[in-house]
């Protein structure tokens, strides 16, 4: 044990993806950098110079470490792209512009070098020579690195290069990074900030890694070497366990092993109520890596393909073939069962280094996801032209996110439109009857249901976004996760407004958003009229298990109750009774 923290101590956040792990604990630090502006005496300029200086230095023995090392396990070509780092960083025009601003304005280095370089980055931004626009990313990096030398931060540490399975624990951890985690060496991650249905949450559990968000202070107060237990059903971090405590979890898993073994049983069997209705219980998956997973745990099919995450973490976006490849290969290993892969969703908390899109004040509310693709048409194109292609190969359907009224709605359909006729005339194959959805998670969505039914075939009620943008919490932000209630009546009235349209137009409606694979919450949205479910494949067997106990009635009746109480917390506790008592097996979570 090397940490400060001696005896037991509990940590709690927000339980986000669920399972028990154990082990030494790594903490990220995270190179956020407050650049203040401080006045220099005259005195202390040539010493300010000097630091500067020896930061740079510091630089460049990292990166040819770094360099050597992505040598050593990745093909030359990544360690290349240092090349163009080292060479910025010998810029003398940089360098001299750095000390005149410190000379002349008698300022501290990182200010001077923050204020030179981001001088350097707006322009190399606005080229029109693609290379060029290219290396203002890569002054962006060599900014931080830089920065983090003047300015003492810890490297942040790779996690490509994990040696041994550890806890992680930081401050945040963006989707980007959870992406890349190796389920091999991260048994679990827990952060200070987020919320269950962030994008970090949603891929958490769909690697199935146990995972808490929203556990003040631990990134500070942890060290790299401590012992950890991580409870990602209860939402709780165990730092230095006891003998009774590793006891209580010992007696946790086994009750775990028992309901698996349940849960098994059912995976083959339909998910169909007591009294005959049958509910279309499909995956959310993230890449074509996941299928596996949803055939594993007997899904129909795939309900939402996230896209995005082929467009981040690369050097270059995906082209139309390398999309067209993965979507097939989608369809191909899900065939007959259909996939419904959802156009480019980029924005928000999930963000392409390539794209390198400006900072937004409110990134919810702004260029996001359809609205990002009507304006990037040759994007967009890409992609409609690999959906509609993979389409001759299996069951694929398509949906756009974040529509928020008939015109957006019209405008995407033209787009579809467009690229059916170019493929036609190209005589290359595709799915003339496939179908098109519109995602129902912006409210003024819901409330033109009506509109938006005559011009799709199917609406899928994204209620991540539906709830964050109705009751105005940000789905990321711990610190209002109190008021993010998916039972609140306005979200409810706004589900059967979209299934009630949705119904009259004789088109089906599902859900995709994490309420889907909550076993509390799937009866109340069968019994509000949903026809399909669609949640992460690690929670497809336990929706599966309740929906066999229902009867549709009672789902009905639930709905009724819901619909007419006005207190969300209410209609959240009769939700839970409900479940507890329908499927008490599910809920065996406290250690
Ligand atoms: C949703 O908003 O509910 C949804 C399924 O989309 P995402 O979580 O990717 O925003
Ligand atoms: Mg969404």
Redesign the pocket.
Known sequence: MSGQIKGEKVYRGIAVSAGVCRGKVVVLHHARHAIVRRELAPDAVPQEIKRFEHALVRTRQQITEVQRRVADTMSSSEADIFDAHLLMLEDRVLIEEVIKIIHEQKCNADYAFHTASNRYIAVLETVEDEYLRERAADLRDLTTRVLDNLLDVKQLLDLRHLTEPCILVGHDLSPSTTAQLDRNFVLGFATEVGGK?S?TA?LARSLDIPAVVGAQNISEELETGDYALLDGYNGTVIVNPTDQTMFEYGQLAKIKASLGEKLREIQSQPAVTLDGKSIHLSA?IEDQFDVEAVLKHGAEGVG?F?T?FLFINREKLPTEEEQYLVYRQVAAMLKPQSVII?TL?LG?D?FSSQLQLAQEMNPFLGWR?IRFCLAQPEVFRAQIRAILRASADGCVKMMY??ISGVDELNQANAHVEKCKAELRAEKIPFDEKLEIGA?I?IPSAALVADALAKRVNFF?????????YTLAAD?TNEKVSHLYEPTHPSILRLIKMTVDAAHARGIWAG?????AGDPVLAPLLIGLGVDEL?AAPSAIDSVKYIIRRLKNEEVRQLADFALQCESPTEIFARCQAFAYQTAPSLFENKA
């Open positions: 249905t994008h949603i959310n939402l996230r995005e959802r969703d928000g999930k996801a996110p974040m995602m998670e899928s009620i994204g209620s991540n976004d539906l709830i964050q789905r859900v995709c958003g994490e309420i669609s």
